[in-house]
């Protein structure tokens, strides 16, 4: 049985994920006081939204050519431009609230700049793993890398909860503290991520084409164990998703002020965090399709009662739950997005699941914000809920590919594709 930490015997990874639990705690802690400073300006539930869609739409225009990019080049190289790029947003944001702001327009163009460094830095870094570790310590590392992911988004909300409330004088207090703090950990980042050995160089020696541009789009939709996990998890989490309707929970809801709102957006983390380290120590051997279903349904009803929660501890435990049930799809997805994709085309294909994990959360938090805007913040994530029960039940149906996938290997994962081709010759 291998190690439950095989996958740190690599410097290299080791380094990578020293280097994001930092910049993701920096990015969480930003993320939070974005949306506070937004809601204390405008008071307006769809404002909320908007900072999801104007970070969601980069992925989408850009969708082709980060893809593209991340094949082609250096990905380690299109990782450090990105992330410089971000570190010039975050220090235009400490100037922002350093300064004092009272319309949000400023915020929302430095957070379409970067959600526009995410848009190519998502694909670079999901295909950039395979490099820093061993075929048979894959999974091992992806567990590893969602629960340092969890970890981040458990210290990030709860950190930026206590900088944004802190009693300083003067105006470094606040957004700006918060800030400022994003910008340091994205220095320490670039550092770390510049001092990697690997050098992947290209995957992709072609021209640029439609052809090759289009290629992992192609590869999603013909392999369907793929499609059905990527596209269930846009869906559940588009409707299911409350993340960007926080504040007015822990304002008008809850009643919790900033700290609460930290607790809230790092419960889910804290859940998400318990599952990482028990599939360290009992890993998804069988079924594991089957299981994702599940877990997507469990979250839909999570939700729910968060929705109906007039109480803090309940609402903190709903969004445990919620995020626990979230990570068994994480891990199982992330698997077989890597397992099942060649390597030349790992660029394109991770460029196609972030616009999906793009559509799902940012697009998501859009979604949120207009429907509670239309009918509240509580019908919202119930309804959101609900929605969520009903694509798992659709995809039971559609996707018996992902329904049957067994082990979390490239055999297994071809098996459960080759049993769904040869059933679809015998219907005809």
């Known amino acids: 049985m291998a190690h439950p930490a095989a996958a740190f015997l690599s410097r290299d990874f080791l380094r990578y994920q020293l280097a994001r639990v930092v910049v993701i705690v920096g990015a969480e802690a930003q993320a939070l006081a974005v ?116 970890i981040a988004n458990i210290i990030g909300p709860a950190l930026g909860g206590v900088l944004f409330t802190l009693p300083l004088h003067g105006r ?85 002020g900033a700290r609460g709102l930290g607790l809230l957006r790092a419960a889910p983390a804290l859940g998400a965090l318990a599952v990482s380290l028990w599939l360290m120590a009992r890993p998804i051997r069988r079924a594991a399709g089957a299981k994702m279903l599940l877990c997507v349904a469990i979250f839909g009803i999570a939700t729910v009662v968060f929705g109906v929660s007039h109480s803090l501890p309940l609402s903190l435990a709903a969004l445990f739950v919620v995020g626990a049930s979230d990570m068994v799809s994480v891990v199982i997805r992330s698997s077989i997005l890597q397992l099942a994709t060649p390597s030349q085309m790992r660029g394109r294909v991770s460029a196609v699941n972030s616009l999906f994990v793009g559509a799902s959360n940012e697009l998501g938090g859009f979604e949120s914000g207009l429907t509670a805007q239309w009918w509240g913040a509580v019908p919202a994530v119930v309804v959101g809920g609900i929605g969520s029960l009903i694509v798992t039940g659709l995809w039971t149906v559609f996707f018996p590919s992902l329904r049957r996938a067994g082990a979390l290997t490239p055999e297994a994962l071809l098996a459960a594709e080759e049993e769904q081709t040869a059933q679809e010759v015998r219907q005809l």
């Open 172 to 256: 470094l207090h606040g957004a700006a503290l918060v800030y400022l703090f994003t910008l340091g950990s994205i220095l320490w980042f670039l550092v770390l991520i510049a001092s990697l050995h690997v050098r992947p160089g290209r995957m992709e020696h072609r021209a640029v084409s439609k052809d090759v541009l289009l290629a992992g789009l192609r590869y999603v939709a013909s392999t369907q164990v793929l499609l059905g996990s990527i596209s269930l998890d846009l869906f559940a989490v588009l409707l299911g998703g409350a993340v960007a309707l926080l504040p007015i929970f822990a304002q008008d809801i809850l009643h919790a």
């Open 35 to 150: 949306a506070w400073q937004i809601y204390q300006i405008t008071h307006k539930a769809i404002d909320l939204g908007y900072t999801g869609l104007v970070l969601f739409l980069p992925g989408l225009l850009f969708i082709l050519p980060a893809g593209h990019a991340a094949d082609r080049f250096d990905r380690r190289v299109v990782i450090l431009i990105c992330y410089s790029l971000q570190a010039v947003c975050s220090f235009l944001l400490f100037r922002l609230a350093w300064t004092g702001i009272h319309q949000v327009w400023p915020v929302f163009t430095l957070l379409f700049v970067v959600g526009t460094g995410r848009a190519f830095s998502g694909p670079a870094s999901s295909a950039l793993i395979p490099h820093l570790i061993p075929t048979e310590h894959f999974v091992n590392a992806i567990t590893w890398g969602s629960a340092i992911f969890q």
